[in-house]
Nanobody, 120 residues
Framework: QVQLLESGGGSVQAGGSLTVSCVASGISGPYCFAWFRQAPDKEREWVAGSGRDAFPSDSVKGRFTISRDMEKNTLSLQMNSLKPEDTAVYYC?????????????????WGQGTQVTVSS
């Protein structure tokens, strides 16, 4: 059984940095790991992924960096130059494919989410 456990997040002022991490268990074979986020009253949206076709969204490009440790099955998202509009619950997701997809419905496995709040 695949399980994803996020950590990190928190509150920061605009311009600051945060890192969120995800540890996966029960993984075998090629997987795409990805980060999504969901702000209040908005749909869950793609942030970035680790795998083929895993381009970061335009809204975070140049500010967020994703990294993956294959041996430890961990995925991290380093977020710099944070903006108030980055405020959301950040979710780690996984799917059994080496190729990533930008739609949340393409991912059967999800973590519980971690809150990131950026104040102006």
């Amino acid at each position: 059984q695949v399980q994803l456990l996020e950590s990190g997040g928190g509150s920061v002022q605009a311009g600051g940095s945060l890192t969120v991490s995800c540890v996966a268990s029960g993984i075998s074979g090629p997987y795409c790991f990805a980060w999504f986020r969901q702000a209040p009253d908005k749909e869950r949206e793609w942030v970035a992924g680790s795998g083929r076709d895993a381009f970061p969204s335009d809204s975070v490009k140049g500010r967020f960096t994703i990294s993956r440790d294959m041996e430890k099955n961990t995925l991290s998202l380093q977020m710099n130059s944070l903006k108030p509009e980055d405020t959301a619950v950040y979710y780690c997701a996984a799917r059994a494919s080496g190729s990533c997809a930008a739609g949340a419905s393409d991912y059967p496995y999800w973590g519980q989410g971690t809150q990131v709040t950026v104040s102006s």
